[in-house]
């Protein structure tokens, strides 16, 4: 590991941010080594590229990123530097079809990987501290962090067996820690105002373009599930047919549930009729008091089933109003869930868990605030995914970094995906209750 240059001329702040370069490149590292040679020529999920090009991407981002208002732009590899360049995001059918031979060489990818990394410490040893510079690298810092979190969920989809090294023993909290209700009580959220998002006036920490402006907004009363819908509650769904039953889904996710055979959730799994859910290094009888992972289309269609609905994203919002920061299972300290009654973090209306041990699917369209402007060094990052496609998750899970635990950070994915680590929970409003009857 190559360990970022510190000079004397940079300030405190430069110093703490190129600190926290090397830290997030320690987390991906450690992912990455884990990884046998051979398998990271290996697509463990159909709509993502290969391991290999996480391999190269995440130094070519930094490049880039770092590069972008550079002219003549300068190149550590131009080919390379475009190819690990950006990731990819497949609707429908289109998934991508390259073959591991299309890939260059892991010694290839490793020495670019190196030189990469060695021009980007070189320049960031070169630049001068300035808001822009600190925003970049915050950019960089919080993209690596992103994507070790999606090196998780993607290792995780690898066979059992396949990562090596040391298997973590289970923390305390992963087990049941008592008797959970056969439903999980409902705690009332009264109307007020929320915002969302931040002010541009207060830009003392580092923020994505789709956080700015701040909306407030006013909510009407609502009703809310106190825990996140657990893997015993989501049992009750399946076994009661609702994957057989078309009235519980949109008339799109029930083409995606009959054209991909989808019965369970994605990291269930029966066998001789006991269900068994696949966690990152073992599988194991269904822990009933953990948070179960869902897409969205599945979350959406359990509220249906129990007459709720999914959380606007100013619901949510509104029923996270103040939560202690600092509590909760998240910044990778442990590799799974735990029992959604363990010691977390409470709102002010009572709704538990609601940062960390799970991201938090919401019925609310992934798109812009109003006075919305897209980062100019970076102008895709979320206005390409405005598309109605995509759904906002709030909250944030096990493996999701503390910086990213903020209560404006906005995560979103499509309908369909069911490899994140997302979770739900539901509300009743009036509008639910004359919906369902």
């Not at 510190?6 to 600190?19: F, K, P, V």
């Not at 899970?397 to 404006?408: F, G, K, L, V, Y």
Request: net charge negative; with cysteine.
């Amino acid at each position: 590991m190559i360990t970022p240059t510190i000079t004397s001329e940079q300030s405190g702040l430069a110093q703490r941010l190129t600190q926290r370069v090397h830290m997030a490149r320690r987390d991906t590292d450690a992912l990455f080594d884990r990884i046998p040679a051979a398998t990271l020529y290996e697509r463990p999920i159909a709509e993502r590229h290969r391991l290999i090009f996480y391999l190269g991407h995440l130094e070519a981002f930094d490049w880039n990123l770092l590069t972008a208002a550079h002219q003549p732009r300068p190149a550590v590899d131009p080919a390379f530097d475009t190819l690990f360049a950006f990731g990819i995001d497949p609707l429908g059918s289109d998934l991508p079809h390259d073959a591991p031979d299309d890939w260059p060489s892991l010694t290839t990818v490793q020495n670019y990987r190196r030189q990469a990394r060695d021009a980007v410490d070189r320049l960031i040893a070169a630049t001068p501290d300035s808001p822009d510079s600190a925003c970049l690298l915050n950019a960089a810092i919080e993209h690596r962090l992103m994507h070790a979190e999606t090196l998780a969920y993607l290792c995780h989809r690898l066979p059992l067996g396949s990562l090596s090294g040391p298997v973590p023993q289970d923390s305390p909290g992963m087990t049941e820690t008592r008797p959970h209700p056969a439903d999980s009580p409902m705690v009332r959220v009264p109307s007020g105002p929320v915002t969302l998002g931040k002010s541009r006036d207060s830009q003392t920490t580092f923020a994505w373009d789709n956080e700015y402006p701040a909306l407030t907004l006013e909510v009407p009363t609502f009703d809310m599930d106190a825990d996140m819908v657990t893997n015993r509650d989501y049992l009750r769904f399946v076994v009661t047919g609702a994957y057989q039953r078309s009235e519980f889904w949109t008339a799109d996710d029930w083409a995606w549930v009959q054209s991909h055979d989808i019965q369970h959730p994605g990291f269930w799994r029966q066998e001789d009729g006991t269900w068994l859910l696949r966690t990152m290094f073992s599988e194991r009888p269904l822990p009933m008091d953990w948070p179960v992972y869902v897409s969205q289309a599945e979350a959406s269609a359990y509220a249906r089933w129990a007459g709720k609905a999914l959380p606007s994203e100013a619901q949510w919002m509104r029923a996270a109003y103040g939560v202690a920061a600092g509590l909760g299972n998240f910044d990778a300290r442990q590799w799974d869930p735990q029992s959604v009654l363990a010691p977390t973090n409470v709102s002010a209306f009572g709704v538990r868990g609601l940062f960390g041990n799970g991201w938090e699917w919401t019925s609310t369209p992934f798109g812009p605030y109003p006075g919305f402007e897209p980062f100019h060094f970076y102008a895709g990052y979320s206005q390409n995914f405005f598309d109605g496609k995509h759904y906002v998750l709030k909250g944030g899970s096990p493996r999701t970094a503390a910086c990213m635990m903020r209560p404006a950070f906005r995560n979103w994915f499509q309908a369909h995906y069911q490899h994140v680590y997302a979770g739900f929970r539901c509300v009743i409003t009036e509008d639910t209750l004359c919906r369902n009857h």
